[in-house]
């Protein structure tokens, strides 16, 4: 689980990150008020980003197989759900 109580017993790898001074400057605010380090912030933020992607392209992949196995809306089903979320005059 990644949420901000959570500890890291090992890092595997280290690289370089290059942000615009604004969000560096941001980042270092951050860090400073919440006792975190800039690598820790970078960490999270990366981890969710990965995992929201991930969550996405399995969606994607899901509707392409239902797509390639022919399962389809019929009209009928269409009609209902842009009916449901249209203005109403």
Do not use: C, P
């Amino acid at each position: 689980m990644n949420q901000m109580g959570s500890e890291r017993t090992h890092m595997t790898a280290a690289f370089t990150l290059r942000l615009d001074d604004e969000t560096l400057k941001a980042l270092d605010r951050l860090a400073e008020k919440t006792d975190r380090s800039r690598s820790w912030f970078a960490a999270r933020a990366i981890e969710d980003y990965i995992a929201l992607n991930a969550w996405q392209i399995a969606r994607i992949e899901a509707g392409i197989n239902a797509a390639d196995r022919g399962d389809f809306a019929d009209d009928r089903e269409v009609a209902r759900v842009l009916n449901k979320y249209s203005a109403k005059d």
